[in-house]
């Protein structure tokens, strides 16, 4: 049955976090539930309709991988059920879209781990032959290969506004330099054998990016979401060209549309026609059942 949540509205546990895609609310003070919606952001900016059972494809897509990446660096799930921590009259908001999660002191830096020449960096590429800093050989083609990824760090930005591409100095600078080392390592390390799976799953992940927070004891560990539709750019392998943006299955069908209408990217956001928001699911559930194997639970 496909279903819709915009926003959770659970009464049981205390709000801590809306973000543009996950309510998150307290559970205890070692745990937090986070719960993924459907809501939709492109450009920044969060859509008015949802996207119908995206929240728990993006669900059952992170977990997937977290449990295969579970060997290269601890993650934030615990073996609490979503459903145990919430009034039997809720247990519908979180079925399917929600984990109980460590609570963990986040890093305001994002991991960005780009594979190809696409996107944000395409254009910096154009601008000056570097991304992030990082010098790359002239006359690459968009969408192409890099030689080899590259870590590209973001800093966080505030509610509304676009996380800025940052040098790893500045990283080095906003959590010291053995984190900074261990966090480009570790997501290099992520972003490779993601790859590798997703390859013989007829799927290219031209870049993506991690979020990683520290326990109490100052570990490392991957946190929000890892490798989905959301966080990623997933390529269908036979359909690659170097030279053009291959299509994808994420929220750049959303982009395309928005970039046809005359519209400055801040809110409101323009409606989107019901044909977009089907096609917009369709692609989420393709991602979910190309990449593992299996359709939504």
């Known amino acids: 049955m496909v279903s819709s949540l915009y926003e959770s509205s659970l009464k049981s546990l205390p709000l801590v976090y809306r973000g543009k895609v996950r309510d998150t609310y307290a ?3 070692s745990h937090l539930l986070m719960v993924t919606t459907d809501r939709l952001s492109a450009f920044d900016v969060v859509m008015a309709e949802p996207i119908p059972d995206k929240g728990k494809v993006l669900n059952q897509m992170a977990n997937f991988w ?18 145990s921590v919430v009034a039997p009259e809720e247990v519908e908001q979180v079925r399917g879209r929600a984990v109980v999660a460590k609570r963990l002191k986040p ?16 254009k910096d590429y154009q601008a000056g032959g570097q991304v992030c800093g990082i010098s790359l050989p002239p006359g690459l083609r968009q969408a192409e290969r890099l030689p080899q990824p590259i870590f590209t760090p973001a800093a966080k930005a505030e509610a509304g506004e676009h996380d800025e591409n940052i040098s790893f100095d500045r990283v080095i600078e906003i959590i010291g330099a053995p984190l900074a080392e261990k966090m480009r390592a570790i997501s290099l390390a992520l972003y490779e054998e ?4 997703a390859a013989t799953r007829g799927i290219i992940i031209a870049d993506t990016k991690f979020e ?15 490798l989905t539709a959301d966080s990623s750019r997933f390529w269908p392998a036979d359909e690659y ?13 959303v982009r395309d549309y928005l970039e046809t209408l005359d519209w ?13 928001v089907a096609r917009t699911a369709e692609k989420y559930r393709e991602a979910l059942k190309r990449l ?5 639970q």
Not at 212 to 226: A, K, R
Not at 292 to 296: A, I, K, P, V, Y
């Open 27 to 29: 559970v205890g003070a």
């Open 66 to 83: 977290f449990g295969r990446l579970g060997n290269v660096v601890p993650n934030h799930l615990t073996a609490i059920t979503p459903e």
């Open 107 to 122: 890093l305001l830096v994002e991991a960005v781990v780009r594979g190809y020449l696409i996107g944000s960096g395409w």
């Open 194 to 197: 993601a790859t590798r799976y």
């Open 212 to 226: 990683f927070g520290l326990g109490v004891d100052g570990t490392l560990t991957l946190m929000d979401e890892v």
């Open 241 to 253: 060209r170097v030279g053009i943006s291959p299509p994808s299955f994420d929220k750049q069908y």
């Open 264 to 276: 400055d990217k801040r809110p409101p956001p323009p409606p989107l026609p019901a044909d977009v």
């Open 292 to 296: 593992t194997g299996t359709e939504l």
